[in-house]
T-cell receptor
Framework: NAGVTQTPKFRVLKTGQSMTLLCAQD?????MYWYRQDPGMGLRLIHY???????AKGEVPDGYNVSRLKKQNFLLGLESAAPSQTSVYFC??????????FGSGTQLSVL | AQTVTQSQPEMSVQEAETVTLSCTYD???????LFWYKQPPSRQMILVIR??????QNATENRFSVNFQKAAKSFSLKISDSQLGDTAMYFC??????FGAGTRLTVKP
């Protein structure tokens, strides 16, 4: 089993460009999450989903949109990238309050 | 909203010794879950230990144990017989939603 797969692993954007990060899990988890990790700030929750077709805002949702059209996929979109969105992005999935299964992360730089 | 505080940005310990990492949190909930995750330089996030708030008994996993004080809202991680491979960032987490800023632990030979 692949677990949680994130694509791409690295990306460089120019300010104002858009992009989509893809997260796929093969464990039939209901819950999926997108976090960003910045030095000295730990992981902060951007958006999450408690099931197919549902999404909810986390701690830092501004500037991001998400969609969960299929249970196994959770997409994170940046419509107009800003330098403040330079970060490492992690996707994770779980059965609620059980172990989080993380992807390997995406390093995003916005110039 | 829940908050998670890790007051030790960096710590170091000699190999084979014991170290304790601190975590405090704030919540009005009665039932919740607490976690410690490890992030080595590979960047992979690894679950170290999990505690259910309604359980009085402190969780243990081999060399890792917690001191869970529900009334004090404290959840510290003790690593016994520290090994070089324990060198990593350690994050305390409340449910699946809220993480602390992390403690960078270095194990010295």
């Amino acid at each position: 089993n692949a677990g949680v797969t994130q694509t791409p692993k690295f990306r460089v954007l120019k300010t104002g460009q858009s992009m989509t990060l893809l997260c796929a899990q093969d464990m039939n988890h209901e819950y999926m999450y997108w976090y960003r990790q910045d030095p000295g700030m730990g992981l902060r929750l951007i958006h999450y989903s408690v099931g197919e077709g549902t999404t909810a805002k986390g701690e830092v949702p501004d500037g991001y949109n998400v969609s969960r059209l299929k249970k196994q996929n959770f997409l994170l979109g940046l419509e107009s990238a800003a330098p403040s969105q330079t970060s490492v992005y992690f996707c994770a999935s779980s059965f609620t309050n059980e172990k989080l299964f993380f992807g390997s992360g995406t390093q995003l730089s916005v110039l | 909203a829940q908050t998670v505080t890790q007051s030790q940005p960096e710590m170091s310990v000699q190999e084979a010794e014991t170290v304790t990492l601190s975590c405090t949190y704030d919540t009005s909930e009665n039932n919740y879950y607490l976690f410690w995750y490890k992030q080595p330089p590979s960047r992979q996030m690894i679950l170290v230990i999990r505690q259910e708030a309604y359980k009085q008994q402190n969780a243990t996993e081999n060399r890792f144990s917690v001191n869970f004080q529900k009334a004090a809202k404290s959840f510290s991680l003790k690593i016994s017989d520290s090994q070089l491979g324990d060198t990593a960032m350690y994050f305390c987490a409340f449910n699946d939603m809220r993480f602390g800023a992390g403690t960078r632990l270095t194990v010295k030979p």
